[in-house]
């Protein structure tokens, strides 16, 4: 039996257009190139049909990577529950030793993105963060020690 990926609607909604990319787009122009590649003759001295066929190679292992990852997606929805900290959840912490504000989006794995403060659950950060009611303090274990996160907020 497979994991459960748990990610946002949001989160599914990308995945599921970049595979649709992926199969209806970038397959033609790769089948494209091939058989462009193809057309300069020998294959054994053919950098554009090797560079094609890799890239082909990429672009199917990451179709197969998408349609494994959707079949095991479960969806969270959380927008009515903004008593607890879950997937979906925007947060409002404290980072105690810093006394630094932030605003952070609790998210799937597959839609963590830390420049535009998207957690993963399963990050350090986001672990400790589930299940945490707003006025909590929570600690986390980070590669630099032991930090200390309030919850001041679930938006």
Known sequence: MSEVIKMTKEGLKNLEEELKYLVTVRRKEIAENIKQAR?????????????AKNEQAVVEARIQQLEATLKNVQVIDVQEN?????????????????????????VGSNEADPDNNKISYESPVGKALMG?????????ETPSGLIEVKVLKII
């Not at 057309?39 to 560079?51: P, R, V």
């Not at 945490?132 to 986390?140: E, L, M, N, P, Y």
Request: charged residues 40%; without cysteine; negative net charge.
């Open 39 to 51: 057309d300069y003759g020998d294959l054994s001295e053919n950098s554009e049909y090797d560079e």
């Open 82 to 106: 903004t008593k607890i900290v879950n997937v979906g959840s925007k947060v409002k912490v404290l980072f105690k030793d810093e006394n630094e504000e932030e605003v952070f989006e609790i």
């Open 132 to 140: 945490a009611k707003a006025g909590k303090t929570v600690k986390v």
